[in-house]
């Protein structure tokens, strides 16, 4: 919802998922998201950023993502990590940076 305001600030956004292409396609068919969504099936991305941990939902334990943001700069350095994101607050997560 914030994507344009995100955009006029210099961000580029950029999901990565568990899912199959299949899948993200049909996600981002559906929401039709103005950024791109990357098909991670093998986890080569999700564990590298370690984003693979122990999740717990009504008692029950699992393994999943955890959603977190990474921001980069122009150079391809990550400068900040915002951890314990949600969608309806994620935008001003990163404006408040």
Request: with cysteine.
């Amino acid at each position: 919802d914030n994507y344009s305001k995100l955009e006029k600030e210099g961000f580029q956004l950029l999901g990565v998922s568990g899912d199959s292409v299949k899948k993200q396609k049909n996600f981002h068919s559906k929401f039709a998201f103005p950024y791109d969504l990357i098909a991670d099936e093998t986890r080569n991305i999700i564990d590298k950023f370690g984003v693979w941990q122990e999740k717990k939902t009504f008692g029950k334990t699992y393994m999943g993502i955890v959603r977190t943001t990474f921001i980069f700069d122009e150079n391809g350095s990550c400068t900040r990590v915002i951890e314990k994101v949600t969608s309806k607050t994620a935008a001003e997560q990163i404006l408040e940076g």
